[in-house]
């Protein structure tokens, strides 16, 4: 069986918000093409890379290109969401 694997790393400009907070930051998309013969696997991820200002623990909505995904921060760190 041959097993081929490729990733792809975008860095997306994008703005965080949620109650009373807004700011610029920056986020990774994380794309993994997995080839096992004789299947297929495409696994995607996006995660904070950055922000402009260090926002408290909470829940926020992450917009990047058109798109608003949910996403909270725990003990100081963003989660990395499944898409």
């Keep these: 069986m041959k097993k081929d694997s490729r990733q ?6 994008g703005v965080l918000r949620g109650d009373g907070f807004e700011c610029k ?3 990774a998309l994380v ?5 096992t013969s004789p299947s297929v696997g ?7 890379t950055s922000a402009e ?16 995904f949910p ?4 003990d100081g760190k963003w ?4 898409l």
Excluded at 8 to 13: E, R, S, Y
Excluded at 79 to 82: D, P, R, V, Y
């Design 8 to 13: 792809k790393t975008d860095v997306l400009q």
């Design 25 to 27: 930051c920056t986020a």
């Design 31 to 35: 794309t993994r093409l997995t080839q």
């Design 42 to 48: 495409v696994w995607t991820s996006i995660s904070i």
């Design 53 to 68: 200002k260090t926002p408290p623990d909470g829940n926020y909505r992450l917009e990047v290109k058109g798109r608003v």
């Design 71 to 74: 996403i909270d921060r725990a």
């Design 79 to 82: 989660e990395t969401l499944k």
